[in-house]
């Protein structure tokens, strides 16, 4: 099964040090949620497709070379003169967590066009989307509109609500929005920070269990280094991480959940999912999440199917 994701590309102007000055020093990384899940789940051997819009700029040639160098199929991808690839500014700390600002006024990410959006996701056999294009209520309808169409056409969908405070007039919005979609999802991950968020309840169980009372299929709940909680259906567990020196969060979540869909779309979707298979694919998506923490950057920090074992 292909994988197709739909959303926010942009530039991750990332912190990388100072200088001898104490100035911070920035690198421009390829970035954004969905086009980041398409490479890591490309770089392990599935077949992805993205679909979103760049700028007619150096930014956005750079974000199209990214994908196409990968193997991403790129031909979705679309092109605005209407505003400039969005830049996402990323500091981060001495413990490699990080902060993010937006330069997305509005950003070429929420141009997408929707009836190249819709006609794209309609052959979709996974779609995957995530909160970041949600917040931007110029392409909001487009991506809702076109998971509908793909949900539609029966593909499974993959939800990963990435919550960006800044990018919202409040949580109140946030919570609303976010929430909506979730009727529309058979696979939803969320970190252990957003689980009051999206559910009501801190707590991963009963935050899983509320997400699945709402018509999600399975809900996995990321835990840091302490691995992934799940539920499928009444059945439900935790994995354990793997423990690693962290360089670099960024893209940690990405790739978890990158690498968990591509099993996922390896072995033919949710048909004859068992506990143990999903057991399975959780420590798989565990150990490349903590091989791209352990290194700098995003997407070249990604690990390549032949850095992992299935077990």
């Known amino acids: 099964m292909r994988i197709t994701t739909i959303g926010e590309i942009l530039i991750d102007m990332t912190q990388t040090g100072t200088d001898a000055n104490g100035n911070a020093i920035f690198a421009a990384i390829p970035g954004g949620a969905p086009a980041n899940l398409a490479v890591a789940a490309r ?33 979705a991808l679309q092109t605005t003169d209407n ?43 996974i779609l995957h989307f995530g909160s970041v294009s949600l917040a931007a209520v110029a392409c909001r ?15 499974l969908i993959t939800y990963d609500p990435n919550y960006r405070a800044s990018l919202w007039s409040g949580e109140a919005e946030a919570i609303e ?48 280094a302490n691995g992934a909680y799940w539920r499928y259906g009444k059945d439900s567990g935790t994995v354990p991480g793997f423990k690693v020196k962290v360089a670099d ?5 990405d790739t978890f959940f990158g690498a968990f869909v591509s099993r996922i779309a390896k072995h033919g979707g949710l048909k004859g999912l068992t506990p143990e298979r999903i057991e399975r694919y959780v420590r798989y998506a565990n150990r490349a999440a903590s091989i791209t923490a352990s290194r700098p950057g995003a997407i070249p920090a990604m690990p390549t199917e032949d850095e992992l074992t299935e077990e």
């Open 141 to 155: 309808d487009t991506i809702v509109s076109a998971v509908k169409q793909a949900k539609e056409n029966g593909a």
């Open 43 to 75: 770089k392990l051997g599935i077949e992805t497709a993205f679909i979103g819009c760049v700028g007619n700029d150096p930014f956005g040639a750079i974000l199209k070379n990214t994908l196409l160098h990968y193997g991403v199929n790129a031909s």
């Open 249 to 253: 969060t960024n893209g940690a979540g």
């Open 177 to 224: 929005v976010m929430r909506s979609v979730l009727p529309l999802c058979d696979i939803v991950k969320i970190s252990e920070e957003e689980t009051l968020l999206l559910s009501g309840y801190e707590a991963p169980e009963k935050a899983a269990e509320a997400l699945i009372e709402q018509g999600v299929k399975l809900v996995i709940v990321t835990l840091g």
């Open 83 to 125: 505003a400039d690839t969005t830049l996402a500014v990323v500091t981060v700390d001495p413990h490699g967590e990080r902060s993010f600002a937006f330069c997305r006024k509005p950003g070429a990410d929420t141009q997408i066009d929707r009836a190249k959006a819709l006609e794209a996701a309609s052959h979709a056999e």
